[in-house]
């Protein structure tokens, strides 16, 4: 290993914890176990090399928006860290808008999907979830602040959407997941984060056995864990500003 490679190891490294050491504070702040909330490193963007070096730094599980980019990077990972981490199981979740078209890749390649926010989704990644694989873990993804141009199910429609996942054979419900708009001065979506949490509790009294709220990102990870998240989705905190290409 190079130098260079072993430094990048140790900043991988230092993020985590640094990161960690952000959702732990808050849990403290909020009365709440550490271990109630999971870190979902979102690697969009970044390089299977990267992802590595945060997996060899401790992390499993990670996310990505990009279905055919996160496709090709599950297999490179795995085929990379067979040697150097053969004992450790990656959990990927799908946490990016899905297109019919691309139902087969996710139902085949992930562990967890975050982005269902529509019946006929649902249906073709139950019906396309190979035998051999455990349900495919699902979070309806809920439109929690009403904002037009988002995807998300309605507020008004996220429990019916809910039943009907919880129902199919090859998906198993976890709970909901929402990205709220930042608000125009900056400060965390508090409302939309209260909105999602009275939801999740609301599924949590029906019986619908949901144990994830999967809402905060590097910028509102606290506010997020305060009201009650239990799964954050980093990204720029874990690997950097991100710069967009086409992918
Ligand atoms: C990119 C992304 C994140 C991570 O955002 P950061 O601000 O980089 O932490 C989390 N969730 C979703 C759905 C994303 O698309």
Redesign the pocket.
Known sequence: MSTNFRNADDESAQRLRNVRSAIDTACAQAGREPSAVAL?A?S?TWPALDVQRMALAGQRQF?E?YIQEGVDKIVAVRDALQTELPDAVLVWHC??PIQSNKTTLVAQHFDWV??VDRLKIAQRLSDQRPAGMTPLQVCVQVNVDGAQTKSGVALAEATELARQVAQMPRLQLRGL?C?PDPRPDGSAPTEAFATAAALYQSWQDLGLGVDTLSMG???DLSEAVAAGSTMV???????GQ?TYAAS
Request: hydrophobic share 50%.
């Open positions: 979902l979102v969009k996310g928006n946490i990016g975050h982005s997941m990205i990102m590097s910028a989705r980093v990204g720029t905190a874990l690997f991100r």
